[in-house]
T-cell receptor
Framework: GDSVTQMEGPVTLSEEAFLTINCTYTATGYPSLFWYVQYPGEGLQLLLKATKADDKGSNKGFEATYRKETTSFHLEKGSVQVSDSAVYFCALSDLGFGNEKLTFGTGTRLTIIP | DTAVSQTPKYLVTQMGNDKSIKCEQNLGHDTMYWYKQDSKKFLKIMFSYNNKELIINETVPNRFSPKSPDKAHLNLHINSLELGDSAVYFC????????????FGPGTRLTVT
């Protein structure tokens, strides 16, 4: 079945540091890939997405590139801010096989210190 | 103008009780979902409905029964609550069946004592 593996957290960085959160996936078809973010006390929000190989999703300074050859979708940001502190979830949706649900990774808690 | 709303936000109850969580979306979406997030933040789908029709039922105990009176509402009823049901439950919706993006509600934190 489909699965998503994220790097273990928690991750603690200083403000303006470079961020990478690793994500790899296993899927039987041609999945779309997503990063969702959950701020404290809130529901999940879509951060960015990519629907085919080599696509780059970007939003709010975050980027992730769909790499089919390495089955990866790593999240990056060049300079993090305190307001980026949240839990980040990598997810896939493998619509090609009638699988219409999102499969999530376990989440990575990110804390940015001033 | 909340897109996906859930009530209640917090629910504390005793083992064996029956409780319901309500979800409403005002986005005009066709598909709605229930997810369970455990204490380690792991998020797993429970059910999805498309135009009031059950699409996904992910091996959830029979004590959990979703009900969709119309496509804007998806409620979750839980019978005979157990300690292991304690979690945060999220409702979500998407524009059409199989749409890429889902919109999540703020969550309902259920604590069973």
């Amino acid at each position: 079945g489909d699965s998503v593996t994220q790097m273990e957290g928690p991750v603690t960085l200083s403000e303006e540091a470079f961020l990478t959160i690793n994500c790899t996936y296993t899927a039987t078809g041609y999945p779309s890939l997503f990063w969702y973010v959950q701020y404290p006390g809130e529901g999940l929000q879509l951060l960015l997405k990519a629907t085919k190989a080599d696509d780059k999703g970007s939003n709010k300074g975050f980027e992730a590139t769909y790499r089919k050859e390495t089955t990866s979708f790593h999240l990056e940001k060049g300079s993090v801010q305190v307001s980026d502190s949240a839990v980040y979830f990598c997810a896939l949706s493998d619509l090609g096989f009638g699988n219409e649900k999102l499969t999530f990774g376990t989440g990575t808690r990110l804390t940015i210190i001033p | 103008d909340t897109a996906v709303s859930q009530t209640p936000k917090y629910l504390v109850t005793q083992m064996g009780n029956d409780k319901s969580i309500k979800c409403e979306q005002n986005l005009g979406h066709d598909t709605m979902y229930w997810y369970k997030q455990d204490s380690k933040k792991f998020l797993k789908i429970m059910f999805s409905y498309n135009n009031k029709e059950l699409i996904i039922n992910e091996t959830v105990p029979n004590r959990f029964s979703p009900k969709s009176p119309d496509k804007a509402h998806l409620n979750l009823h839980i019978n005979s609550l157990e300690l292991g049901d304690s979690a945060v439950y999220f409702c979500a919706s998407s524009q059409v069946r199989g749409a890429y993006e889902q919109y999540f509600g703020p969550g309902t934190r259920l604590t069973v004592t």
